[in-house]
């Protein structure tokens, strides 16, 4: 599957993003879908991840209760919707798609920059 992330910007604390991310081919609701990010100087971390279906969702303890990751199948999509954005939100945000029973994310989106300034 192919993936393509979008929706970054810059915006002031306390604002709100929505990322989506669109997939190529017929198979994108068999894949569990995850965003995560990286921030400058920093190493990659997880956000957050939801199952094929939509039903279960994931997250970070950083983005709990501000972000909410979901899914459109018949659009082949995923959102990552930001409120409450803090300047530490400040990264490239990529999606990426693993395998129901593959632990490895083996597809990856090219990132999208959230900036939030002070």
């Known amino acids: 599957v192919q993936l393509q992330a979008s929706g970054g910007g810059l915006v002031q604390a306390g604002g709100s993003l929505r990322l989506s991310c669109a997939g190529s081919?017929?198979?994108?609701?068999?894949?569990?879908m995850g965003w995560f990010r990286q921030a400058p100087g920093k190493e990659r971390e997880f956000v957050a991840t939801i199952n094929s279906s939509g039903g279960s969702t994931n997250y970070a303890d950083s983005v709990k209760g501000r972000f909410t990751i979901s899914r459109d199948n018949a659009k082949n999509t995923v959102y990552l919707q930001m409120n409450s954005l803090k300047p530490e939100d400040t990264a490239v945000y990529y999606c990426?798609?693993?395998?129901?029973?593959?632990?490895?994310?083996?597809?990856w989106g090219q990132g999208t920059l959230v900036t939030v300034s002070s």
């Open positions: 990426a798609a693993r395998e129901v029973y593959i632990i490895t994310w083996g597809y």
């Open positions: 081919g017929r198979t994108f609701g068999r894949y569990v």
